[in-house]
């Protein structure tokens, strides 16, 4: 990549993790874009993601991931169905303190992962090949997210008993799925949709927050970062 492309995309990462709550030093900017080009090398082997043009991987790969952030909950959170680490690398770029287990059932892509999480020396990534619905753990994790694994109750099937007691799971969805909310399992409920806005992204982004149905729901609790313009938060 040519330096004024390195230029202009650290800018743009840093620019647009700033309505998530986020100051991306460069260090950490420079550590997404070499994400970015490790996947573009294995893509070449692999079929990991169908995003390859630069600008679409900067907003749809990482201030996507990066637009959960403001909604994280503990020190312990999980990825499911994290592909090729979204969001789980970028939240782990940005959070050293938190602990970050990214599962999927496809080995291949957590091959990925792993490399990146060396390359980068991400000590706070862990992966498990693993069918979510089958993983057994004596701990469990304070907030559970992921993207583009599914209808919403299918991913409360799966990953509820991965959640602790007061913990959330976080879907992350395009627009705002009714016909899903209907479908939750029971003993969840939800506790907040946020509709949110990727700089850059002209497209509708909805974070769905859900939690066992006795617990305490906060007005606010969870209260989003970004600029008041650009909170479009339902609860
Ligand atoms: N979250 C990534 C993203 O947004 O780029 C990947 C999304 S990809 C469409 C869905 C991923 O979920 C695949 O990598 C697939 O292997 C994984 N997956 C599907 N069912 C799963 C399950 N039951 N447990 C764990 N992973 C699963």
Redo the contacts with the bound molecule.
Sequence with gaps: MLLADIIMSTATLIEGARPFGIELTEAQATGMLRLLDELDDWNQRMNL?AIRDRPSQLTK?LLD?LSVQPFLQGRRIA??????????LPLAIVNPDREFTL????AK?LKFVDHVAQVLGLSNVTTIH????S?RTPWRFDTVT?????ALG?FVE?SGHLCVGGGRLLA?KGREPQDELAALPSGWKVAAIHRVTVPGLDEERHIVEICRSHDKVETGSAAPKQRPEQNGTTE
């Excluded at 599962?103 to 496809?106: A, F, I, K, R």
């Excluded at 693993?130 to 619905?133: G, I, L, V």
């Design positions: 993601t790969h991931s990825d499911i169905g994290t592909g090729a680490g979204f969001p789980g599962l999927d059932s496809t892509k693993t069918r979510a619905e993983f992921s993207r583009a694994v599914g299918r799966w992350m």
